[in-house]
T-cell receptor, first 112, second 113 residues
């Protein structure tokens, strides 16, 4: 079975502070990990995926297979980063045609 | 390109009724996946359609069924509605043989009274 755990339901930081949204997963094989974001009144959209190894809007995430984690980090949070963030897993790498398993999400609020 | 479009936006039904939700995939995509998002939860996979066939299914009862048409659009049908079926229903499209991620629609908000 595959599972994604986001331990924090809510996270509040001040503008300019570092932010880390935690994600842990459970999967016996080689997963592909994603972070999706949903801004207020917008649709769910992909923020980044681990195989791309890129930084989007200043966010990065590193897959740690030893700790089965895929934490999302940004060194200096901005108010426009306030949104709902979902960590998600595909249980077979290299296929967008497989089902996504989502965590319950973390609501990030960046205060001025 | 309008991306993934879903209709209707909102729907109110009563227990025992049936409902049909519709999804048009992003241009160039041939695979449609449906997810249910209950309040305060992440989306949960219902099933996926490719070449007009159900390819994968999540842990949902047979009351949930679907269909894909030759133009790749899809419908989600739910029979004998229960209060617990109240949720946001999301459609995501992708290209079956591509490694590109799934694109999501805005969803249909279904409320059961």
């Amino acid at each position: 079975a595959q599972r994604v755990t986001q331990p924090e339901k809510l996270l509040s930081v001040f503008k300019g502070a570092p932010v880390e949204l935690k994600c842990n997963y459970s999967y016996s094989g080689s997963p592909e990990l994603f972070w999706y974001v949903q801004y207020s009144r917008q649709r769910l959209q992909l923020l980044l995926r681990h195989i791309s190894r890129e930084s989007i809007k200043g966010f990065t995430a590193d897959l740690n297979k030893g700790e089965t984690s895929f934490h999302l980090k940004k060194p200096f949070a901005q108010e426009e980063d306030s949104a709902m963030y979902y960590c998600a897993l595909i249980g077979k790498s290299g296929g967008s045609n497989y089902k996504l398993t989502f965590g319950k999400g973390t609501l990030l609020t960046v205060n001025p | 390109d309008a991306g993934v479009t879903q209709s209707p936006t909102h729907l109110i039904k009563t227990r025992g009724q049936q409902v049909t939700l519709r999804c048009s995939p992003k241009s160039g995509h041939d695979t449609v996946s449906w997810y249910q998002q209950a309040l305060g939860q992440g989306p949960q996979f219902i099933f996926q359609y490719y070449e007009e066939e159900e390819r994968q299914r999540g842990n949902f009862p047979d009351r949930f069924s679907g269909h894909q048409f030759p133009n790749y659009s899809s419908e989600l049908n739910v029979n004998a509605l229960l209060l617990g079926d109240s949720a946001l229903y999301l459609c995501a499209s992708s290209s079956f043989f591509s490694n590109q991620p799934q694109h999501f629609g805005d969803g249909t908000r279904l409320s059961i009274l």
